[in-house]
C-alpha cells in the first residue's frame, strides 16, 4: 500500500508510520539458534497528525505496546520507516537521535516500577533536562517545579522519593517526566490500566488538559476501548500484529465494519443494567504470533468468515474517506 | 464405598424454596495486626445472599471486598484475624463450626474462584487430576469414575478438546482456559455458594465474556448462588441481581442493581459512576473524586468518605467528619450509609427519598 492512501485530509501529519515490521527472534537448541520469530508487528502502517490522539487499542499480545516502542526507536525495527516532521527516526544516529527524543517521550503503565526509587521526583522528572543540557540547574530547577503543577503536584513533592505516592500521584510523576523537556510527541503505554476508577479519570482528564496546552500529540495505547473512546480522536485496532480497523472515533464506534472491532465492542460490559445487547462471544484464544493463522489473521475465530478468508490475507482498505479496514467482508 | 452423584441437580435443591436466604453476614470484621499498626480491612459489614441470585460487592482496591470473601470461607491467615460478627449459611452458623467441620463444608457447599487462575491451580499435576481430585474426595468416586467425570466437567465449561485438555498442565494453559478449569473444580461438587472474586479481571475483554457468560449459564443450570466481586462496574450491571458498594472497610450502599444504577444516592457511588468512560457516551470531561482512598491504618474520624466528598461541602455538614452515619434505608431495599439521608440528635438531614 502506498503511503499516500493513509494520509487524509484535515490537520498536518506529524508523523508517518510505514510498513512497520518488527519480528522477536525465538533462540532455542543448545547452540541458541534462532528457531522461530515472533511476528509483534507485521506491517503496520499510518499516520498520527499534528495535535491529535490516535488510539491504537487491542488484546494483550497484539503488538500494540511494540508499535510505540519501535516507533520510537527503543528498540531496532525490523522493517519499515517512521517519518517524524522531514526527519526519518530510525536514519538518526549519535547526537541526531539524542536531539530527536527529546521530541518524543513515553509515558508507562506500571507507576510502581517506572520510577528510580533512589531518585527524588525533582531529580527523575528533571533528568531528561539535565541529560539534554537543558539550561542551568537553577533553570532547570524551575522547570521541574512549573511541570510537576502542571499535574496537580506541589512544589515541595519534588524533594520525596516515589515511595511516599500513590499509584495515581506518581502516574502523574511519570506523566511530569515526560513532559518536562516539552515534547511535540507522548506515546502514552496503558497509562491507566494500573490505577483505580477514581484516579483514572483524574489522569485522564490531566492528559486532555495537558494537550490543550501544549498542543501534544498523542499516540495513547490501551486494552479499554471506553478510555481509547473517552480520549482518542481517531482509533487504530490491532489483532495479532496487524492493523485491522482504523477510523475517526465517532465513526469507529458508530459503524465498526470490522468483525473484530464489532466483537471487542460487544464484549465491554457497560455499566447500565437497562442495556440488553446482543453479545458477540468470539470462540476461542488469540492465536500465537509465533505461528499465526494463514489468510486473514482473524478468520479461525471470525463470526462471519467465508471460504476466501484462510487462503489470502485482506488488505488495509480506505472504505469511506479515513476509515480503513482489512476484511473480506467489506473487500 | 461411593455416595451418590446426583443425577440433577434438583434433587440436591429440593426444598429450597427461592428468595429464601442462603447466607447472612452479620457485623463481620477482620483486622490485620501489621507492625505498623492495626489495618482495619472490613470493619463491619453485614449482607445477605438469596438462593439462586448473583450478589455483586464492587469497590477500589483494598476496599475490604475480598477479605471479606476470604472470612466467610474463614481463610484469614495471619497476621489478619476474623474479630468481630457472625456468618450464617442457611442454619449453619459458620463462625461456630470447628475447623474440621468448616474443612468439609469448604469446596463442598460453598465454592471460590481466584483472580489469577494459573497461579491458583497447582503446577505439578494436570488440570484434569485436579478436577478428579476433587471428585474423589466429595463424592468418594473411584478413580476412573472420577476421571470420566472430569472430563464431563471439562466439557460443562466450554474447554475444547476436552479429552486432550485433561492431560495439560497449568503452564500449557490459556488464561481463559484456566479461569475454565477452576470453574470445573469449583462446580464439581455442586455448591450452593460460588464466590468468585474477580473472575475476568486478569482476562482479555473477549475472553473476559465468555468467562461471565460461562457463569451466568452455570447459575441457571445448576441454581448456585454466586458472590460476584470486581472493581468493574460494567461488569456488575451485566451479571448481578443486587449489589453492594463497599469503601475503606464497609459498606457504604445497597440495592438491586437497576435501582443502584438509576438512583445512586451515595456520594461515592455517583462519583464513582461519573468518573469512567462509558463506551458510547463520550463527555469532554469525567467527573473526578478528589483524594485517594484513606490509610485502613489511620481511618478519618467520622464517615470515612468525609474527607473526599464534595457532597459534604456543598452542604456544609458538620456532622461528616465527627460521628459516622449508620446502613440505613433509602427506600424499600436501597440501604445507603450517609448523613446526606440520615437524622441524628442535633442534626437533620438535608435530603431524603421523595
Given amino acids: ?331 | 464405598m461411593t455416595k451418590a452423584m446426583p443425577d440433577s441437580v434438583s434433587a440436591i435443591r429440593t426444598g429450597n424454596s427461592k428468595d429464601s436466604t442462603l447466607l447472612k453476614v452479620k457485623d463481620l470484621k477482620t483486622y490485620f495486626f501489621t507492625e505498623d499498626g492495626v489495618v482495619k480491612a472490613v470493619d463491619g459489614v453485614d449482607f445477605e445472599v438469596k438462593r439462586g441470585e448473583i450478589f455483586g460487592l464492587v469497590g477500589e482496591s483494598g476496599c475490604g471486598k475480598s477479605v471479606t470473601a476470604l472470612s466467610i470461607l474463614r481463610l484469614i491467615d495471619r497476621p489478619g484475624k476474623i474479630v468481630d460478627g457472625e456468618v450464617y449459611f442457611t442454619d449453619t452458623a459458620l463462625h461456630k463450626l470447628s475447623e474440621r467441620e468448616m474443612t468439609d463444608l469448604r469446596g463442598r457447599r460453598i465454592s471460590m474462584i481466584f483472580q489469577q487462575p494459573v497461579s491458583s491451580l497447582n503446577p505439578v499435576f494436570t488440570g484434569g487430576d485436579q478436577v478428579a481430585e476433587v471428585l474423589k474426595i466429595h463424592w468418594s468416586m473411584e478413580k476412573e469414575e472420577a476421571w470420566n467425570r472430569a472430563v464431563e466437567l471439562f466439557k460443562t465449561v466450554g474447554i475444547p478438546d476436552a479429552e486432550e485438555k485433561v492431560y495439560a498442565y497449568p503452564h500449557e494453559l490459556s488464561g481463559g482456559q484456566a479461569q475454565r478449569v477452576m470453574i470445573a473444580m469449583a462446580l464439581a461438587t455442586v455448591p450452593e455458594l460460588l464466590i468468585a472474586d474477580e473472575p475476568s479481571t486478569a482476562l482479555d475483554v473477549t475472553i473476559q465474556a465468555q468467562i461471565l457468560d460461562l457463569l451466568k449459564e452455570l447459575r441457571t443450570k445448576m441454581e448456585t448462588s454466586v458472590i460476584l466481586i470486581t472493581h468493574d462496574l460494567g461488569v456488575i450491571a451485566e451479571m448481578v441481581d443486587r449489589v453492594a458498594v463497599m469503601y475503606a472497610g464497609r459498606i457504604v450502599e445497597q440495592a438491586d442493581v437497576n435501582t443502584l444504577f438509576e438512583e445512586p444516592v451515595h456520594p461515592y457511588t455517583s462519583g464513582l459512576m461519573g468518573s469512567i468512560p462509558v463506551l458510547g457516551k463520550v463527555t469532554e470531561k469525567l467527573e473526578v473524586i478528589p483524594g485517594s482512598v484513606p490509610n485502613l491504618i489511620n481511618l478519618p474520624p467520622g464517615c470515612r468518605f468525609a474527607p473526599r466528598c464534595r457532597a459534604r461541602v456543598e452542604n456544609k455538614l458538620e456532622i461528616c467528619t465527627k460521628e459516622e452515619p449508620d446502613l440505613i434505608p433509602y427506600r424499600q431495599g436501597h440501604l445507603v450509609r450517609c448523613w446526606l439521608y440520615q437524622d441524628s440528635m442535633e442534626h437533620k438531614a438535608p435530603l431524603r427519598a421523595e
Fill in chain 1, 1 to 331: 500500500m502506498s503511503d499516500t492512501a493513509v494520509r487524509s485530509n484535515g490537520k498536518k501529519e506529524l508523523i508517518v508510520v510505514n510498513n512497520l515490521i518488527k519480528y522477536f527472534p525465538v533462540r532455542g537448541g543448545l547452540l541458541q539458534r534462532v528457531v522461530a520469530w515472533v511476528k509483534a508487528v507485521d506491517d503496520v502502517t499510518f499516520t498520527v497528525k499534528e495535535g491529535e490522539t490516535l488510539g491504537l487499542v487491542g488484546e494483550s499480545g497484539c503488538g500494540k505496546t511494540t508499535v510505540g516502542r519501535t516507533m520510537l526507536y527503543l528498540t531496532e525495527p525490523t522493517g519499515g520507516s517512521v517519518q517524524f516532521g522531514d526527519t526519518d527516526v530510525f536514519s538518526l544516529t549519535g547526537k541526531a537521535l539524542k536531539d530527536m527524543r527529546r521530541n518524543m517521550q513515553i509515558i508507562f503503565q506500571d507507576p510502581y516500577s517506572s520510577l528510580d526509587p533512589r531518585m527524588t521526583i525533582g531529580e527523575s522528572v528533571g533528568e531528561g533536562l539535565k541529560i539534554h543540557g537543558v539550561g542551568s540547574a537553577s533553570e532547570r530547577h524551575e522547570v521541574v517545579i512549573e511541570t510537576l503543577k502542571k499535574v496537580g503536584l506541589e512544589d515541595y513533592h519534588s524533594k520525596r522519593y516515589p515511595h511516599e505516592f500513590s499509584g495515581g500521584q506518581r502516574q502523574r510523576i511519570g506523566i511530569a517526566r515526560a513532559l518536562a523537556l516539552r515534547p511535540q510527541f507522548i506515546v502514552a503505554d496503558e497509562p491507566v490500566s494500573a490505577l483505580d476508577v477514581s484516579i483514572q479519570s483524574q489522569v485522564l482528564n490531566i492528559l486532555k488538559d495537558l494537550q490543550r496546552e501544549f498542543n501534544l500529540t498523542y499516540l495513547f495505547i490501551a486494552h479499554n476501548m471506553s478510555v481509547v473512546e473517552h480520549i482518542s480522536d481517531r482509533v487504530a485496532v490491532m489483532y495479532l500484529g496487524k492493523i485491522v480497523e482504523l477510523a475517526p472515533r465517532e465513526e469507529l464506534f458508530s459503524n465498526p465494519l470490522h468483525p473484530y472491532t464489532q466483537a471487542l465492542m460487544s464484549a465491554i460490559p457497560i455499566p447500565d443494567p437497562r442495556i440488553r445487547r446482543q453479545r458477540i462471544i468470539l470462540p476461542g484464544d488469540v492465536p500465537s504470533p509465533l505461528n499465526p493463522p494463514p489468510g486473514c489473521r482473524f478468520h479461525p475465530r471470525c463470526p462471519v468468515v467465508m471460504d476466501h478468508c484462510s487462503h489470502q490475507e485482506p488488505r488495509l482498505l480506505e472504505v469511506t474517506p479515513g476509515h480503513y479496514t482489512a476484511c473480506w467482508r467489506v473487500e
